[in-house]
């Protein structure tokens, strides 16, 4: 346990943008002890996993794996029921029912943030970029000693300086990036219909896993699928009717350690203000439950 002095702990995804912000703090910020954490839902896709390896060995840094203490299965059969004349159906998360990231991310994060520091102020620092505040809500914490940063918001970076980031320090972008644009569950229904089919033609299994969580009696008017009006097993029948991009499959990912003079100058441009030319100025709000949010005007 740590006691009695400021921590920073930056919470990793998997994906680019806080894979962007690990390259940003060690380098403008070389002598910050950091924590680097990922919360392991248990449901990530292997390339999530070959993503975090690759960031251990280009930035030389030590991840700490959080697991939730209930796994994806228990919550979805035991806890997440809906009653119906037909019998208890287990239901699945949804936009408007996001409850898959409280249990199996947010509460396992302030647990440990809970466990581990203790008398600290810890600076929790957040990717959200400065081009996407107005439609993320960044749901952060109900610890008062967590104190949420956005760093990216705060120096005006957008996804352009991002992306340079990552080249400019050898670690590219996640290999998924070729067919999905989102980190997390494999099974995330925040994915696009031809982002499943991806799955589909990447990971056979998983789709399939995933297929087996649906229940689909329309006639008895009882649908829980992963996507808003037809199950994977439809989605599949139809799936000619989806091209795949142009960029599928691609490997877009960049293997080699460019010299840090290049990731230097980088920095050194966005810190003249050349970064974030399509910032918006955002502001941080605290919501009723405690929760900070960025949100533009
Ligand atoms: S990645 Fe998607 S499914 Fe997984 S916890 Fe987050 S919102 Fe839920």
Request: hydrophobic share 35%.
């Amino acid at each position: 346990m740590i006691m009695g002095k400021e921590r920073h702990v930056v919470a990793l995804s998997g994906g680019k943008d806080s894979a962007a912000l690990a390259v940003y703090l060690k380098h403008k910020h070389p002598d910050l002890d950091v924590e680097y954490v990922f919360t392991d839902t248990g449901c990530e896709l292997p390339e999530t996993y070959e993503y975090l390896d690759r960031i251990r060995a280009v930035l030389n840094i030590d991840i700490t794996v959080i697991k939730p203490e209930k796994g994806w299965d228990d919550y979805w059969t035991l806890v997440k029921v809906k009653e119906t004349p037909y019998g208890i159906f287990p239901y699945l998360p949804s936009p408007q029912q996001r409850w898959c990231t409280e249990v199996l991310k947010l509460q396992p994060y302030e647990q440990w943030v809970a466990k581990t520091f203790t008398d600290c102020i810890v600076h929790s620092y957040v990717g959200i970029r400065a081009d996407e505040a107005a439609d993320r809500k960044g749901m952060v914490t109900r610890n008062p000693l967590l104190e949420t940063r956005f760093p990216f918001i705060e120096d005006g970076l957008a996804l352009k300086d991002i992306e340079r980031l990552l080249t400019d320090s050898g670690l590219g972008l996640p290999s998924y990036y070729s067919w999905r644009k989102r980190s997390g569950c494999y099974f995330c229904f925040y994915q696009s219909k031809r982002e499943w089919l991806g799955l589909w033609r990447h990971h056979p299994d998983l789709y399939y896993r995933a297929m087996e969580y649906e229940t689909y009696l329309p006639e008895k008017g009882i649908v829980f699928t992963w996507c808003q009006g037809i199950s994977l097993g439809e989605l599949l029948e139809k799936r000619d009717d989806f091209a795949i991009l142009p960029e599928e499959g691609k490997n877009n990912t960049e293997y080699t350690v460019s010299p840090d003079n290049k990731l230097i100058k980088t920095l050194s441009h966005i810190n003249q203000g050349g970064g974030g030319s399509n910032s918006v100025s955002v502001s941080i709000t605290t919501r009723s439950d405690g929760r900070k949010t960025a949100e533009a005007p």
